[in-house]
């Protein structure tokens, strides 16, 4: 909305804004239910609101500051940006906190020189900063304002890049992150409902410079490709918020199968676990699929999970599936899995040091 500097919210927002509002009402509602449902008082759930600046997250915390106690603004400032638009992010998120009474913190991260993905680099160190705060805050959650439409990018970056069910599920509305639960209640909700909402209340906002480049994928996606969509289906955005939830729920049922299936393992010591290959031919290829990530999740710990592509997939169910009985072994993502005749072997490569497997 604005690249250069502006007065903030002069005679605008004066920190009002009703519980009883539709899209407040929405926003609470899921909140609550996102940090543990009727049964918590408000006080039991302080949150940390990660407050970027962009409509999102300004109208995701101006809603939740209507609660008591109120929760704390948190600010990642990084430096992937050196034309000073960061710190007018900031700025905004932090005139925001002192009009709603809330207490703001800030860290700043620096990714610009790391070696590797500079995307993947900056949204880890959001999530470690945003941790920290929450850690020396003695909170439990971490709201986000992932909405709508970042499902719609997520499912179709997945889509261009190759993807399952559990792929399709995109963003989820809860999960563990360090010590807290980073929660997002406005996965439902659209970017046209949100900005709207803001400009009714005269909330001002700042769109990230580097939203416009479209190098990225994501951009490319939200510039070149959704509008065509959009054309075509206003409503686009809520069906793939639909559809992704419908996929999370599916995720859910194979997940229970491949909690009795990875019962079924043996193993030979703490960093490789075998399963009899007979047992797995005769499971459907997304319950197989599914217990690769189970494996990342349970042993590794999520570390690595990003990498495991749909290509490697589809080569180890293959490669169990086959009538094949030489050894073979594949890479996928943060493991190694080594088909035998009669045994289904994954290791996390990572327990061997430089050892060759």
Request: charged share 25%; hydrophobic share 35%.
């Amino acid at each position: 909305m604005c690249d250069v500097p502006q007065p903030i919210y002069e005679d605008g927002f004066q920190g009002t804004i009703s519980k009883n509002h539709p899209f407040s009402a929405r926003i609470l509602r899921r909140w609550r239910a996102l940090t543990g449902g009727k049964s918590v008082r408000d006080e039991d759930r302080r949150t940390l609101i990660a407050c970027s600046g962009g409509a999102d997250s300004i109208a995701l915390a101006a809603v939740l500051a209507s609660v008591r106690p109120r929760p704390i603004i948190g600010h990642v400032l990084h430096d992937i940006r050196n034309d000073g638009s960061a710190e007018l992010d900031r700025d905004v998120a932090k005139k925001l906190a002192d009009i709603m009474g809330c207490s703001f913190l800030e860290l700043n991260v620096k990714v610009k020189e790391q070696s590797g993905n500079l995307e993947n680099n900056a949204r880890s160190a959001r999530y470690q900063a945003l941790c920290k705060m929450a850690d020396e805050s003695g909170l439990n959650f971490i709201v986000s304002g992932h909405h709508a439409d970042d499902q719609l990018e997520t499912v179709l970056m997945r889509l261009i890049r190759g993807t399952s069910v559990r792929g399709l599920g995109g963003v989820h509305p809860s999960r563990p992150i360090g010590n807290q639960t980073l929660i997002r209640p406005m996965l439902d909700t659209t970017r046209e409902e949100i900005e709207s909402f803001c400009v009714e209340h005269s909330l001002q906002w700042r769109e990230d410079a580097t939203n416009k480049d479209i190098g990225y994928l994501r951009n490319r996606l939200r510039h070149e490709v959704i509008p065509v969509l959009q054309s075509i289906e206003p409503h686009i955005a809520s069906k793939a918020a639909k559809l992704s939830a419908s996929s999370q729920s599916i995720s859910i049922a194979f997940t229970k199968l491949v909690e009795d299936l990875f019962d079924l393992h043996n193993k030979t010591i703490e960093s490789e676990w075998c399963w009899n290959r007979k047992s797995l031919r005769t499971q459907p290829d997304a319950v197989l699929v599914e217990l690769v990530f189970y494996f990342a999740r349970r042993v590794l710990e999520s570390k690595g999970i990003d990498t495991i592509n749909q290509r490697s997939i589809d080569m180890f169910v293959q490669g169990v599936k086959s009538d094949v009985t030489e050894p073979r072994s594949y890479r996928v993502g943060p493991m190694v899995i080594l088909v035998r005749a009669n045994s289904v072997q994954m290791i996390n490569p990572s327990s061997h040091g430089n050892q060759e497997l």
